[in-house]
């Protein structure tokens, strides 16, 4: 792992515990390169208990959970402490709604541009 992306996860790890703290729901989009995300989003992924992070849409990343895009509302009754949404592609904004139900407090949700 970089530096540089040791810093940037460092960061995301103070706004989760931020998001603890206040019983707070929150989003972050990511807007580089695929190999970037993709890296950035495992290694916060690896934080959080196997089956509380899911992939809404897009190619799937492969550690995660995937669920297709039209079809948030299956995370409905589950409790989802990571959703990671891809936007570039087949994007459902009743789906995301519905998605976004499941999403604990001190959470996080992940907008990947590309």
């Not at 089956?51 to 509302?73: D, H, M, N, V």
Request: aromatic share 10%; glycine share 10%; net charge negative.
């Amino acid at each position: 792992m970089t530096a540089i992306l040791s810093s940037q996860l460092h960061l995301l790890e103070q706004q989760h515990a931020i998001a603890i703290a206040r019983f707070q729901r929150g989003a972050v989009v990511l807007d580089g390169s695929l190999a970037w995300q993709y890296e950035l989003i495992e290694q916060f992924a690896a934080r959080f208990p196997i089956g509380s992070a899911f992939q809404l849409g897009g190619e799937p990343y492969g550690f995660l959970e995937t669920i297709p895009s039209k079809q948030g509302k299956r995370l409905l009754g589950r409790e989802v402490n990571l959703l990671v949404v891809t936007l570039a592609q087949d994007f459902d904004a009743n789906s995301f709604n519905a998605a976004l139900g499941a999403l604990v407090g001190g959470w996080s949700t992940f907008a990947a541009l590309q």
